[in-house]
T-cell receptor
């Protein structure tokens, strides 16, 4: 039973426009939510996080939104740049134990 | 460089052989995690340590897999009698408190 889902395997966005990546989860016990970015043949790199007591966190071009009632997490990147092309994973934590990851979304920024 | 370090980056082995991977975490991090990632999937949790204690093991970690962190610093992951299904990227991560994890570059294992 997959607790974390990223339903879009891929997404293409024009450079300069907004990229929106989505993540849905089933377990309401998750209390800390993270986004990671991964380039081929490298490990995931931490991007941004949010705790369950907030509904928005912003860091430069990256904003994460959390809708607890809908069990939905999203990452907004604006403006999108060619270097943002990568695979993005949401990772969810419960009680500071371990992260459970989604299957990832491959983002391609079109120049 | 003070990030998470993994060795080797790539390992090619024949089915039935044993392999061992090493992970050096960020020095002040007391938590160390092992994950496995296959193509088209997200990282899957294998096991984690707090200092030298192994606190949780996934059911993905069969009897052929063993992980150690003898002095609470570096860790090793050994796979005995490798199978083709073990081919994957093995990722190590460390964390100060279990919230934000920092990953190494991974070890890509190919079992022929």
């Amino acid at each position: 039973d997959q607790q974390v889902k990223q339903n879009s395997p891929s997404l293409s966005v024009q450079e300069g426009r907004i990229s929106i990546l989505n993540c849905d989860y089933t377990n309401s016990m998750f209390d800390y939510f993270l986004w990671y970015k991964k380039y081929p043949a490298e490990g995931p790199t931490f991007l941004i996080s949010i705790s369950s007591i907030k509904d928005k966190n912003e860091d430069g071009r990256f904003t994460v939104f959390l809708n607890k009632s809908a069990k939905h997490l999203s990452l907004h990147i604006v403006p999108s740049q060619p270097g943002d092309s990568a695979v993005y994973f949401c990772g969810l934590n419960f009680g500071n134990e371990k992260l459970t990851f989604g299957t990832g979304t491959r983002l391609t920024i079109i120049p | 460089d003070t990030g998470v370090s993994q060795d080797p980056r790539h390992k090619i082995t024949k089915r039935g052989q044993n392999v061992t991977f090493r992970c050096d975490p960020i020095s002040e991090h007391n938590r160390l995690y092992w994950y496995r990632q296959t193509l088209g999937q997200g990282p899957e949790f294998l096991t984690y340590f707090q200092n030298e204690a192994q606190l949780e093991k996934s059911r993905l970690l069969s009897d052929r897999f063993s992980a150690e962190r003898p002095k609470g610093s570096f860790s090793t992951l050994e796979i005995q009698r490798t199978e083709q299904g073990d081919s994957a990227m093995y990722l190590c991560a460390s964390s100060r408190d279990g919230s934000k994890m920092f990953f190494g570059s991974g070890t890509q294992l190919s079992v022929l």
